[in-house]
């Protein structure tokens, strides 16, 4: 049986990713850094975090690479065997439940997100699944990994009560914007930006590659009072 108290005692796992959901008017948006690493160490600087698991739903993974690899590789064999079966396409809750038990069951330390497009509502889905098995359907957007911590804020006061709505565009404006923002900042997030959208016309998958420097518009050295000069060789 699982022991609730036990896993509250323990301390907070640093999830080294940065996930964003979104939602739009005709689907869903999600991105991901792609960066791996083992403590300080980079492991991978081309990491796939948007594993597909159905012809309409995604994991987005974070947490131990290892665990969150089986967990997507375990659904998508049980997704396509009930597909075999009775010839449905599962729904994003029925993904998102399923999950939910593997996760429940295991002892891995994973955060994961389940977006999808459902053909029966003709609108996207998304759920969060945290490391303890507790699921959450999510109305607007959802973040997951140690980056998250740093745009929570911006997607909020962006995205929570826009009466407008929001289109695909804006959708992955917004996913791009916010996984550059928590790299910028967070150590454990890097890499390229990868974004997938999912809607009725399927799966489209987006790669956003690293500028130099655009914030500051020069790439030119500053030189700082107390530090030795910038070498000139």
Not at 220 to 230: C, D, H, K, N, R
């Amino acid at each position: 049986m699982r022991c609730c108290a036990t896993e509250a005692a323990q301390a907070p796992i640093d999830m080294g990713t940065t996930l964003v959901a979104i939602k739009y008017d005709k689907g869903v948006v999600v991105a991901a850094d792609s960066r791996t690493s083992v403590s300080g160490y980079v492991s991978n600087r081309f990491a796939h975090k948007i594993s597909p698991v159905s012809e309409n739903c995604v994991l987005c993974r974070s947490g131990s690479a290892a665990d969150t690899q089986q967990i997507a590789w375990i659904t998508s064999l049980e997704l396509l065997d009930r597909q075999y079966r009775h010839g449905m396409k599962p729904t994003v809750s029925q993904v998102a439940h399923w999950v939910r038990s593997v996760v429940y069951e295991s002892s891995g330390s994973v955060s994961l997100l389940v977006a999808g497009y459902d053909e029966g509502t003709q609108a996207g889905g998304i759920w969060s699944v945290s490391t303890s098995g507790a699921l959450l359907e999510e109305e607007v957007y959802a973040v997951s990994g140690s980056g998250s911590t740093y745009i929570i804020g911006l997607l909020d006061h962006q995205l929570i009560d826009r009466p407008e709505g929001l289109n695909e565009d804006d959708a992955i404006a917004y996913c791009k914007k916010a996984i550059e923002l928590a790299m910028s900042r967070d150590g454990s997030s890097g890499g390229l930006v990868r974004i997938v959208v999912l809607n009725d016309k399927g799966r489209r998958e987006i790669t956003v590659y690293p500028s130099s420097d655009t914030r500051h518009g020069t790439t030119e050295s500053i030189e700082l009072v107390g530090f030795a000069p910038t070498s000139k060789d």
